[in-house]
């Protein structure tokens, strides 16, 4: 079969990131800028050595933790040995995101390998009232994943390892710190595949996956995490251990206590294991990139797609001309087909080539000749396969060549989902450099993305609320697959009721009532 193999180590490259040396380090103690926040006002946030300045529409100021101490430094060295990073230069790219927009002052990164070191970490932290930013691949897009002020860095990248495999139900169970692209590596050597696909999998990690509860491009055909995770073992703030490292399918004994730590953004607790359910290698892959004039043709698409393909349909995405646009010029990618206002990628995963093919081949017929669709290309081998993949998965990658961007990532009923896309291009007018739509049409969640040759407060406000309200009005979600990280918590309440956010709030008091993990993230600042 055609492996289609994805990675967004070429994102690192082009945007001339290096994951494993930092270098070009920032003065520590200098005054971080953080204006995304701050709607109309050009903010900065002071670190502890400034003094934290309040503004009310800012992140709140430092929180009262301690700081780390000369003691701290020894405990961490004795219990971490060589594992405790304090050269400013290593931590450096630990306290920048991936899009550069969020950056900490942590001065402290520790390198766990065990569950017993996370455990000894967060029992001491809690202790002295030292605050923690639980980090994975670092690949997040809403600043969840990087400290905010000084919180110290529990990476979970040494915690690599592959506890099991049973070949015969598929469930694998495995450290937090496994980075996707090895896992489906690993699988596809025995048959199977991770039930999620990211194109950020050559850096994001399983665990920092399963804490975003990350959607992705495979969630049409093997749901969200939420499904696949059978078992967590998660490290409390207090260095508990938590095993609920289930291997079983099915289990109603009391409540499921590890969903509560899927998608809460390590505000809980630290997952160190995983265990989830892997479906078979499909035996059959096909890629298809289509074209059409009409959003409404593509709604349609997807609707006739859906009931001639069925069981075999795996992804189905669209991207639109204005992205199509940022590739050619950004990433030199040409267009495969003629040029059309919307363009479709779909999948089909299966178990037979022939039956496979024909189904397809039927379907492209219909699509066709009922003018559904313009033109289109189809690909059965691997190198096609990843070439039309990518006009999809390297938008994110074009759009920070266009300036800087402001990142939406809603939940919307499937119908209304280009909808936003119009009407924002309408209220911005000329303000905005690109306005551009994008995403998995199959999840209903549309990516919209805007840029303006720099940051630009002015912009910000046309778009901020205008976006959160058009979501709320139809009942949609703020964020579909990304979280709410930093940049995101305080505009939960329009997608949540004030008493589901009170009783998060109440949650996190119990878990974490010194609230030392991953603090300024998820819960907005201020309860209704
Ligand atoms: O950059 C974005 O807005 C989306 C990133 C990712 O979720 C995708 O689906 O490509
Ligand atoms: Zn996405």
New binding site residues.
């Given amino acids: 079969m055609a492996r289609l193999f994805r990675s967004t180590q070429q994102f690192g490259n082009v945007l001339g990131r290096c994951r494993t040396h930092a270098c070009a380090a920032t003065p520590r103690r200098s005054p971080v800028e953080h204006w995304w926040l701050f709607g109309l006002c050009s903010h900065k946030l002071h670190t502890v050595a400034d003094g934290p300045k309040s503004c009310p529409a800012a992140a709140p100021g430092r929180l009262p933790f301690s700081t780390v101490t000369p003691d701290d430094l020894d405990f961490f060295r004795k219990i971490l040995p060589g594992r405790t990073i304090t050269d400013p230069d290593l931590l450096q790219s630990s306290n920048v995101d991936w899009l550069k927009t969020v950056k900490g002052s942590s001065e402290v990164l520790l390198r766990p390998r065990t569950t017993e070191d996370v455990s000894q970490i967060l029992r001491y932290c809690n202790r002295r009232n030292l605050a923690v930013n639980p980090q994975g691949g670092n690949t997040g897009l809403v600043g969840g994943s990087v400290p905010v002020y000084d919180e110290i860095i529990v990476s979970t990248a040494l915690m690599n390892n592959i506890l099991s495999f049973d070949s015969v139900s598929g469930i694998l169970t495995c450290q937090a710190g496994c980075v996707l692209e090895n896992l489906t590596l690993y699988l596809e050597e025995r048959d199977y595949i991770m039930p999620l696909d990211l194109g950020a999998k050559g850096s994001c990690q399983i665990g920092g996956n399963v804490s975003t509860n990350a ?2 491009l495979r969630l049409l055909r093997y749901g969200s995490l939420h499904g696949t995770v059978l078992g967590l073992e998660v490290v409390l703030a207090d260095g508990r251990v938590l095993d609920c490292l289930s291997t079983l399918r099915k289990d109603n004994t009391g409540y499921d206590l590890k969903q509560l730590f899927i998608g809460s953004e390590g505000t809980l607790g630290v997952i160190t294991a995983v265990s989830i359910l892997c479906p078979r290698k499909p035996k059959s892959v096909n890629v298809v990139f289509l074209g059409c004039e009409t959003f409404e043709q593509l709604l349609q698409t997807f609707q006739l797609c859906r009931g001639m393909l069925g069981e075999i349909l795996s992804a189905f995405e669209f991207l639109d001309s204005e992205c199509m646009r940022l590739l050619n010029t950004h990433l030199k990618l040409p267009n495969p087909i003629s040029d059309c206002h919307f363009y479709i990628v779909i999948e089909t995963s299966g178990s037979d080539p022939r039956h496979d093919g024909e189904k397809l081949h039927n379907f492209l017929e219909e699509a066709m000749t009922s003018s559904l669709v313009n033109d289109g290309t189809v690909a059965t081998e691997e190198s096609k396969a990843k070439t039309l993949w990518s006009m999809r998965e390297r938008v994110t990658e074009a759009l920070t060549h266009d300036g800087y961007t402001y990142k939406y990532d809603i939940s919307l009923p499937v119908d209304r989902i280009y909808q936003l896309v119009t009407d924002m291009r309408e209220h911005l007018g000329d303000k905005a450099k690109s306005v551009v739509g994008y ?2 049409v199959g999840d209903g ?1 549309l ?1 919209l993305n805007i840029t303006s040759p720099t940051k630009d407060p002015e912009v910000l406000a046309a778009i901020e609320p205008f976006v959160y309200e058009w979501t709320a009005s139809c009942q949609g979600s703020i964020s579909a ?1 990304h979280g709410l990280g930093l940049k995101k918590r305080n505009y939960i309440y329009y997608s949540k009721p004030r008493q589901a956010v009170a009783l998060m709030s109440d949650i996190k008091a119990m878990l974490d009532p010194k609230g030392i993990l991953n603090p300024y993230k998820t819960l907005p600042d201020n309860l209704k």
């Fill in positions: 959607g992705g995403g998995h969640n990516h697959e």
